[in-house]
């Protein structure tokens, strides 16, 4: 136990007890990517790596309707590849504040991954940005930022130039976060309040100002669409339960 806080394969271990999204691993910096896992750095770096994911992700909505492929716009396919990417990256980090206090942005140097269209792909972090830095409190942030920054502004950076407005992809990520907490108040009923708590923080930060607001019954509303209802024949899919267009 290093700072209070337990072995990282016990961390492993209560991070995938709260669910698919949360699982994670832990690597040392220093060893080599071995397959079959891949520097997820290689996604936001090598030229064309975003484009081919983007590709597989605009192909399945397109089976999945029944359409051609050019059917479903690209910037469609790139706002749900992206959503789905913010929320499995975002998750286990969610979950390492609202567990053991951990503040820190994580780059997409620091984590490894073994690729998929599922959004559930194995993730693992680079243990010597966990080490020594979760102490068991909720406190109001740390120099080294907040989840929201580091990797999550790589993939906004990257995905904005596929035409997908900055608004949406800041509704994503505030969207991925409101679904990190409600699954893990679900798994852990205990850390509801600190799930809240921590939830509050991030959604109050600047980069997801008017990205967010609450319907008259208290539930989540984003302020614009993850677009997913366009992958639909006609444009006529259905709408996300936090969809502003509800």
Known sequence: MTNGVPALALVSEELAALGPYFGAAFHAGSESCEAPWRPFAELVEEPGAMAERV???RGYL????????????LRVAASVAHLG???????????????????GSVRAGDLRWQPGLASTFPLSINEAVVEGRPDGRITDGR??????????????????????????LRGNVASALVGAGKALA???PALRDRATAELGVLLARAELAGSV????????????????????????????GDCALR
């Open 213 to 240: 607001g609450y319907a008259a019954d208290g539930s989540f509303r984003r302020r614009n669409c993850c677009l997913i209802y366009r992958a639909a024949p006609n444009q006529r899919g259905a709408l996300c």
């Open 143 to 168: 120099p080294d930022g907040r989840i929201t920054d580091g990797v999550v502004t790589e993939l906004e950076t990257l995905m904005a130039s596929f035409g997908v407005n900055r608004h949406i």
């Open 55 to 57: 590709a597989g992700v």
């Open 85 to 103: 990417l913010v929320a499995r990256v975002m998750s286990p980090l969610f979950g390492l504040g609202v567990l053991y206090g951990w503040r």
């Open 62 to 73: 397109a089976a999945g309707s029944g359409q051609d492929i050019e059917k479903v716009e």
């Open 186 to 188: 679900a798994a852990r």
